[in-house]
């Protein structure tokens, strides 16, 4: 059982147990791998994980009180020798990334006994600079840690994963989740539950669901159209579907004008280089913002379709969206259960497309006819 103040990071990732013990139990006997593979939804601790690791082995202190220095920069991203990388590509992972990677991870540590690099979305890299990396993977410098991070499994190279400890991150159960939501947000048991539904389950993201009106405006756009749907003709749907992206585009444009004004204040001590990083940056925090907007449109629909199949299996007890039952009965006495499972399947295909970068529109507006067919 670690007693220094890295504990602190360890305490952030709730729920991955076996996982947490992996790595606990390879720190303390010395046999930690060059290169692990965490593997999980985004929100499941992964982030967290690597600083826990990371600060195991800086750490200076012996915890009990406030954190050491090496943890103080660890908890900020500023450690010099604790790197958090992501792509800088639009989509994807750059071959120059790599090359600097591979540089840098020959030089010596600056304040700790090694360096850890931390890769997020290892999913997104293409193969030149998957096989650039899995180089330096296969003759890896002293000294040195990599965390790579994936959401899904098989979009990782083959031999990268052939490389690593891969360590699974797995969602909670939903009692769990409920509790550890409750436990960060002062909320109803009710409205705790329609977070963590819209969330797809996800903890932090069920938090912020809370915290952003907006978003919860989104979700009362969804109900409203899928009671709208059973009456509407095509382009009807294209209407409906145009609304929802509306609806999503409201959080959106937040986040742009928040990243505009910081990057306009920060351009004034930047030079060009740095200018055109903070602008790529600051673009991709805008795709992913929009990315989650649609996600949490997708398990608002999914859950509301998982709680018409429990109403129709006479299991309404497990019905999360308990603040729309009569949309839900609707769905359930329309529908049925093969047709319900349908709409399921629907929705599975919409999240595929989206990671395939269709055009949001195009997948609302395909989802959008297929559900009409169900409801109808």
Known sequence: MTTKCAAQFWDRVVGQERTVATLKGALATGTLSHAYLFVGQQGLGKI??????????????????????????????????????????KAAWLMDQIRELNYEATLAAVDAPLKVYVLRAVDQMPAAPANALLKTLEDPPENTLFILLATTLDRVLATIRSRCQILRFTPLSPARSLAALQAKVDVDEARARVALAAAGMIVPVARDYLNNPKQQQARAEVLRVLRDLPQADALDVLELAAAIRKSISAPVEEIKADLAARALQAAETMDTTAIKKLEAYNKRRVSEAELQGITVVLNIIAGLLRDALCHSQGAGHLIDNID??????????????????????SVHDARAQLASNVNTQLVLEALLLKLREVLV
């Not at 050491?68 to 800088?88: G, S, Y």
């Not at 729309?324 to 399947?345: S, W």
């Open 48 to 89: 967290n994980a690597a600083r826990a690791v990371a600060g195991e082995l800086f750490c200076t202190g012996t915890g009990g009180g406030a954190r050491c220095p090496a943890c103080q920069r660890l908890a900020r991203d500023a450690h010099a020798d604790f790197r958090i990388l992501e792509p800088e590509g």
């Open 324 to 345: 729309a039952t009569d949309l839900i009965a609707d769905i359930a006495a329309i529908a049925g259960a093969e047709a319900i499972r349908a709409g399921q399947e």
